[in-house]
């Protein structure tokens, strides 16, 4: 979900500081939820800033660039697998490469 602009988190500080109401009201009024605008005014208060604050991140990815390439040539090679056909053939394939690398090693 993209975060709220900057436009509407500034109009929400400045009506809560022009006492337009409580912060429950503010949230009816602008269409934010309640916790959104106790973060928003907890935040303006501590950094002066109602800007968004970055992106937390996510999970990493299961799969690096090497597995990813895997992927897209096992899909070329049969593009009318299932996606239970493609796991069980990319297990395989990852099986025989861990194989091969640690026998390599």
């Known amino acids: 979900m993209k975060p709220y602009s900057?436009?509407?988190?500034?109009r929400v500080v400045r009506a809560y500081e022009?006492?337009?109401g409580a912060m429950r009201?503010?949230?009816?009024t602008?269409?934010?939820?309640?916790?959104?605008?106790?973060?928003?005014l907890k935040q303006y208060r501590e950094t002066?800033?109602?800007?968004?604050?970055?992106?937390?991140g996510g999970y990493p990815a299961k799969?690096?660039?090497?597995?990813l390439a895997?992927?897209?040539?096992?899909?070329?090679?049969?593009?009318?697998?299932?996606?239970s056909e493609r796991c069980q053939r990319f297990q395989e394939v990852s099986r025989s490469h861990l194989i091969n690398t640690n026998a390599r090693g």
């Open 25 to 28: 009201r503010l949230a009816t």
């Open 18 to 20: 022009d006492r337009e």
């Open 48 to 56: 002066g800033s109602v800007a968004p604050k970055p992106h937390g």
């Open 70 to 83: 895997v992927v897209q040539g096992l899909m070329q090679a049969a593009p009318d697998a299932t996606l």
């Open 63 to 67: 799969v690096d660039a090497r597995g």
């Open 30 to 40: 602008f269409r934010v939820s309640l916790s959104c605008v106790r973060r928003l």
């Open 6 to 10: 900057t436009d509407l988190r500034i």
